[in-house]
């Protein structure tokens, strides 16, 4: 099974940047599908951006495109997310994802991914 940890979370003030890092054990890691989460309070889980080998394309979100941008490096079995100008609707847990089994169709969904990471705040403020 893969365990996923993620760090780089914290406090910034509006317009500031924070990179995310999001690393992986197990199986080798540049067979999964990597997907980045947010959830607020009260609010669902959000697609961010993810990351597919077999379509070797990368994904945003609307919300985020243009200031956010996702990498690897898979000689650390590690995913990251660049996030530049932030804003206070960026607040948020975010959470780091991997499809153990490939699901293409579901990168922008949650229920296409099998394993999970415990997340981490990030906090925007005005």
Known sequence: ?????????????AG???RLS??????????YDMG???????????FV????WSLRSTYYADSVKGRF?????????????QMNSLKPED???YLCAAQITARTLMLRTARGYDA?????????AS
């Open 1 to 13: 099974q893969v365990q996923l940890v993620e760090s780089g979370g914290g406090l910034v003030q």
């Open 91 to 93: 607040t948020g847990v």
């Open 116 to 124: 999970w990471g415990q997340g981490t705040q990030v906090t925007v």
């Open 36 to 46: 980045w989460f947010r959830q607020a309070p009260g609010k669902e889980r959000e």
């Open 49 to 52: 951006a993810a990351i597919s």
């Open 69 to 81: 941008s996702m990498s690897s490096d898979n000689a650390k079995n590690t995913v990251y997310l």
């Open 16 to 18: 500031g940047s924070l």
């Open 22 to 31: 999001c690393a992986a054990s197990g199986r080798t890691f540049s067979t």
